[in-house]
């Protein structure tokens, strides 16, 4: 299982429509719990509740049909 995770380049779109929705299909699939730990690095000068809301909106976007669970996990 994974354990943890560095994305490098957080903000971009790669990661909004591809690694975002693929970690929380992965979650979805057991395959990554409830104690994984995401490291996200990007350039953009944002706090945390900056990067949640971000991604929230990145996974509505792009994850809709994955379950809700699975993609809040992603903004904790």
């Known amino acids: 299982m994974i354990e943890q995770l560095?994305?490098?380049?957080?903000?971009?779109?790669?990661?909004?429509?591809?690694?975002?929705p693929g970690l929380a299909a992965l979650h979805s699939?057991?395959?990554?719990?409830?104690?994984?730990?995401?490291?996200?690095?990007?350039?953009?000068?944002?706090?945390?509740d900056d990067f949640h809301r971000w991604v929230a909106a990145r996974l509505a976007e792009h994850a809709a049909r994955l379950?809700?669970?699975?993609r809040a996990r992603l903004r904790a």
């Not at 379950?67 to 699975?70: D, F, I």
């Open 6 to 20: 560095v994305i490098l380049g957080a903000t971009g779109d790669l990661t909004a429509r591809f690694l975002l």
């Open 29 to 48: 699939g057991g395959h990554i719990g409830d104690s994984s730990r995401l490291i996200a690095v990007g350039r953009e000068d944002w706090q945390h």
């Open 67 to 70: 379950p809700a669970a699975a």
